[in-house]
DNA sequence: GAAGACCTATGACATTTATCATAATATGAC
DNA sequence: GTCATATTATGATAAATGTCATAGGTCTTC
């Protein structure tokens, strides 16, 4: 794991995301992950920890945005998914798996809390409570990354372009105007066809006048044919 | 859920999975769960619940060989994944849904051990290291689907082909020769491929003597080339 | 600011995959 | 057993997708 320790002025009692990790800790226990957290900033481009690597931490995304991705002995990177804050928690290895399945890199500069993985086990040994609202929220975001899966896996490549750029919309931004946070290639790494296809994918799309495109910057002109396009292909 | 309850002549202190999930029990958890779970036998071609159904049970799959999957508007199906004894359990979902978000049906004669939903939370909530061996147990489950689907992913129809007779061969019965569970159409469901090209993959990896063919039955001749075709497809 | 690396873009072409048609075989219902 | 239906199989063809080549643009690094 890069990057170094930001002075934790966070207090976890005001923490937004409590709700979905730590609703259930006493005063007691909070205060203990508290003062035990380390929040570690990244920025845009990083690489939070790779395949393979020792599990030390249980983490989740404060802010920012991530990719999740696996490297092939070829070298050729494969994007399991992009998460943003709700989306991304260590998944359910992290209490059984010694190493890491995939890597996690920064599109978007992002704030990880991280909780020493072994004090986390301890407290989820004695609060069975929190043990099930982390198997709810860690269920949760494994339940998304196959429903994504399978959602790509049906789709031809119009499908699958217009699949992504929707969850881009609707998902991640909540705005029909935005800022690729990655390439062409990752777009293609994620939904698995070829960069060049993507790029004339996007440009026919382009042409049809479904969307716009400024270098990074999409806008969805004609959301409603995105969707058909998304839902036909 | 179909299926009529056997007599429940199962001892649970016997069970070959206990090791899965109850191992963490106290004798009475054990006897309270034995006492009060259900052991549903189904036959192939059964359906044990669909997707939309309200989840009822905590369950796992005892004996026999299962398909997990979802049915689009038009009514195609797209099977998750295959699935045997400990590959099924209630997904994570489990705890934090109401409904079920997939259909299983039956591909061999079944035995599913269910044991009610609220008095698995029950206990659940009193035993921490049950809830981690549960979530443990479950993470390895979705685990091995998300990086199933993301193997699917990257292949192409030779590959895939090959990929899914491997998982039959290595994983499901360990030997090279095995009667398919399935029709053809139901592999192009899971691969996401045509039931034409299935078949065409299927009739050129005889022809290239790498599998041979009798109706159901498949015999791998020469699994390392079938192993070379799913790692370059 | 020059060089190199990567990204975006597009066209031409080859290959792969899907679609449509047809038929033999197998399976299940009555 | 027979009829209806689904499955397996194969070929012909169309459509989709990947591969290769080229080129301008952008960004980083020295």
Redesign the interface.
Known sequence: MEGHPMDSVCDCSQCELRKAFFDSFSDEDLGDICRNKTEFPFLRGETIFREGDLIRYFSYLKSGLVKLF?T?PAGKD?I?TIAGPYDFVS???V??DTHQ?YSVSVLEDAVLCCIDIERM?EI??????F??N???R???V??K???E??E???RNTHGKVAYILLKFCKDIYGECIFDLPVSRREIAENI?MTTENVIRTLSELRKEKVIRINGKEIEVVDPAALERISNYG
């Not at 989820?124 to 409570?129: D, T």
């Open positions: 696996k092939d494969q399991i998944l359910l290895g209490f059984s399945s086990r989820a040994l004695r609060n069975a409570r043990s099930m982390l198997m709810e860690m269920g949760a494994s339940n990354i196959i429903r899966g399978l790509i896996r049906k698995g």
